[in-house]
Structure formats: structure tokens, C-alpha cells
């Protein structure tokens, strides 16, 4: 069974980067794509990236200048930078497995997330 | 900027069913955007119930089924129960720009 479990500081101060990192456990990550959401106390949820081991990476257009995924296959984790971040980037993290082939293309398990607060 | 649109509320009878939509602004949404609805209870990760449109998960509840309706992908519940009263969140695949989230329904069983 596929289990994911966030990690990273719970505050962060306004124009420095965040950073977060999601370890793997159950299966290896060179088998899928792997992904960070978020949602603000109250709101919905956002997309922020996925990537690929290989190098294929998408990123949330309206992030894209700001954030950066990267995977390291010997630790079985990947991780999530955010520069320059702001009160509106307080958000709780989630991390999440994506199942993507010819047919199918699914975010599934999660993990439980981890709530990262931007400090003034 | 590409928006998904779902109702922001739905009020249901316990027992009744009730429908809930994924509305995309490019235009109708078909089985190539991968629809996937979760359901989010308070202090929870979110939870997938359905995946390529219709297709369930082993935790998912039979009254909980997936299908494109009216060019929207739509999450219907039926013989809704008291445990139905969550959050529920639709995700469509936009191909090269990603996916996108839809804003969330809340539903209420009363």
C-alpha cells in the first residue's frame, strides 16, 4: 500500500521560500507521476505542480514563475520550493500520487498534508 | 484562465438524491478531461470517490456514481445518508496546462 507523508516547517516568513519535501513509502517513485495541491484555511483546493521522474513537469500558470518540483529517486521523496511568498500562500500542503496512461489519470492516495503558515 | 465551475451549495433530504456538477469554461467536458470528484470532511485530506468519470474505488459507496451530464461531468448520490454531509471537489485534465479544480459544493443532508 502506497503511503505519502509530507514534511516541512510549519512557518515561513514573508519573501522567503518554501520549502517542502514528501516521502514515498510502498512502491518506487520511477513509477509515476507525483504532485503538490493546496488549499488556504477555508477555501478550495489548487493545483500547484506535477512531475515526472524522467523530467516531464507541469506547473500552475499562475505559479509557474514562483515554484519548482524536483524528485530524488534515492530517497524516494520529491519536493516542492515556493519563492517569495506571501500571507496568500498560507495554505495546508497536500502531496499525491498521479496515475496517468493511455486510459486513466487519477490523483490517488494522498497524503494528510502539512500546514504551512506565512509570517510577517 | 481556465475556471472549473460547481455549485457552492446543495441542500439534500436524507434518503434523497441529489446532483452535482463540474462545469468547464473551455466548453463541454468529455471523458478526455479525466474527471475525478473527492470528498473533503472537516480537518481531512481530501478522499477520491470517482475516477475517469465513472469508475469507483473499492471505499466507494454504491450510492455515489459518476457520469457527463448536460456537458458536465456530474456526481450523483442516492439514498443520501447523514455521513454524505461534506465537501466535494471535481478535477478536470487540461492536457499541457495541467488540471484544474473545481471550487468545491458543499452539501448539506437536512
Known amino acids: 500500500q502506497v503511503r505519502l507523508q509530507e514534511s516541512g516547517p510549519g512557518l515561513v516568513k514573508s519573501s522567503e521560500t518554501l520549502s517542502l519535501t514528501c516521502t514515498v513509502s510502498?512502491?518506487?517513485?520511477?513509477?509515476?507521476?507525483w504532485s503538490w495541491i493546496r488549499q488556504p484555511p477555508g477555501k478550495g483546493l489548487e493545483w500547484v505542480a506535477y512531475?515526472?521522474?524522467?523530467?516531464?513537469?507541469k506547473y500552475n500558470p499562475s505559479l509557474k514563475s514562483r515554484v519548482a518540483i524536483s524528485v530524488d529517486t534515492s530517497k524516494n521523496q520529491f519536493s516542492l520550493n515556493l519563492d517569495s511568498v506571501t500571507a496568500a500562500d498560507t495554505a495546508m500542503y497536500y502531496c499525491a500520487r498521479v496515475i496517468v496512461d493511455s486510459q486513466h489519470l487519477y490523483f490517488d492516495p494522498w497524503g494528510q498534508g502539512t500546514l504551512v503558515t506565512v509570517s510577517s | 484562465q481556465t475556471v472549473v465551475t460547481q455549485e457552492p451549495s446543495l441542500t439534500v433530504s436524507p434518503g434523497g438524491t441529489v446532483t452535482l456538477t463540474c462545469a468547464s469554461s473551455?466548453?463541454?467536458?468529455?471523458?478526455?478531461?479525466?474527471p475525478q470528484w473527492f470528498q473533503q470532511k472537516p480537518g481531512q485530506a481530501p478522499r477520491p470517490l470517482i475516477y475517469?468519470?465513472?469508475n469507483k474505488y473499492s471505499w466507494t459507496p454504491a450510492r455515489f456514481s459518476g457520469s457527463l451530464l448536460g456537458g458536465k461531468a456530474a456526481l450523483i448520490l442516492s439514498g443520501v445518508q447523514a455521513d454524505d454531509e461534506a465537501d466535494y471537489y471535481c478535477l478536470l485534465y487540461y492536457g499541457g496546462n495541467g488540471v484544474v479544480f473545481g471550487g468545491g459544493t458543499k452539501v448539506a443532508v437536512l
Open positions: 475517469n468519470t465513472g
Open positions: 510502498g512502491d518506487s517513485i520511477n513509477n509515476y507521476f
Open positions: 512531475t515526472f521522474f524522467g523530467g516531464s513537469t
Open positions: 473551455t466548453g463541454a467536458v468529455t471523458n478526455n478531461y479525466y
